[in-house]
């Protein structure tokens, strides 16, 4: 009977080992895995800023759809938390050194990759990054939101929700790539140019991980109790806002405005908890960034910028097709 236990035991046990790690592994990369490119297709190595959260998800699944339709093989990676951008670049070297015919990448960090990124130009690899851009000319383009304006669009609509005056704080994923930067200033310069009865109080960089934020939102409320506003720039930076203003239970006293999508700020929105947000088209990024990288190892001529577009949503247009197009749960 003890030998019995002990042999279900070690079987529950190994189990519980093989799940953990499957789980961790596709927490990081799953589409074509790295040992099975083969010389048959192009192939496309895409890192990305995160795993994580489901846009990222959303934007492999355009990757995915391109790579089907243009018949390459892509492989589709990035850090647990958007904060590890060391862990970005030893993705990015190992990327490299599969020897790829392109690259797509999306930087953590706008400075810390162009040395990596510096040895495609010498293994004449075209980069097309995405999402965040680089502080470099190196990639031949970028498949992004105008986040300047998008969250130039976030601050207006905050002013409206608070008549035009009060206080707000913003909660930015981070400030080292071309997303966190744009998405911070655009808000702010908008606010500073446009609603001088409006006054910034805080600004704080919660790596775009939902707790951290959540954590963050809660010391900025209580430092400033007469807080009208809060700002997410990001899918976990609004995720941790909406939870902090629930523990506080400041719900319906504070106006929270998000940017990407996801089911907890679909929820939120419904809720009456957050005004709303604004989304981006991850799967429209995800698509051409492939689509790209397939021009560029035809040498195509390519733009400076491929504008993937933003839309605001909320309550009111929620359900319309446009948006539902561009939201995923």
Not at 143 to 160: G, H, P, Q, S, V
Not at 300 to 306: H, M, R, S, T
């Amino acid at each position: 009977m003890k030998k019995l236990l002990f042999t279900i035991g070690l079987l529950v046990v190994t189990v519980a080992l093989l799940a953990a790690c499957s789980e961790q592994a596709g927490s990081e990369s799953d589409t074509t895995s790295p040992e099975d490119i083969d010389d048959s297709k192009p192939y496309i190595a895409i890192v990305s800023k995160g795993f994580q959260h489901q846009f990222w998800q959303s934007v492999k699944q355009g990757a995915e759809k391109a790579a089907e339709e243009f018949d390459v093989q892509i492989t589709f990676e990035g850090p647990e938390k958007e904060s590890q951008v060391d862990k970005q670049l030893e993705m990015l070297q190992s990327a490299l050194d599969r020897k790829p015919d392109a690259i797509g990448f999306a930087a953590l960090d706008s400075k810390a990759s162009i040395p990596l990124l510096e040895k495609t130009v010498e293994r004449d690899i075209p980069v097309i990054a995405f999402d965040s851009g680089v502080d470099s000319d190196i990639p031949l383009t970028t498949a992004t939101t105008d986040n300047y304006a998008a969250a130039a669009l976030a601050a207006e609509k905050m002013a409206e929700k608070i008549g035009g005056k009060g206080k707000v704080a913003l909660v930015v994923h981070d400030q080292t790539s071309v997303t966190g930067v744009d998405r911070r200033d655009g808000f702010i310069e908008t606010m500073e140019k446009d609603y001088p009865d409006i006054e910034i109080v805080d600004v704080q960089y919660g790596g775009g991980d939902h707790l951290e934020s959540t954590d963050l939102a809660k010391t900025m409320m209580q430092a400033h109790p007469d807080l009208d506003g809060l700002y997410g720039s990001n899918e976990g930076s609004a995720i941790g806002v909406v939870n902090a203003v629930k523990e506080l239970g400041k719900e319906g006293d504070i106006t929270i405005i998000g940017f990407d999508s996801g089911k907890q700020q679909i929820d939120a929105i419904k809720d009456g908890v957050m005004a709303g947000a604004i989304t981006q088209n991850p799967v429209g990024i995800g698509y051409e960034t492939v689509k790209a990288a397939v021009e560029a190892m035809e040498n195509k001529e390519l733009p400076e910028v491929i504008d993937t577009g933003f839309y605001w949503y909320d309550a009111d247009n929620l359900e319309e097709e446009e948006i539902q197009n561009a939201i995923y749960e």
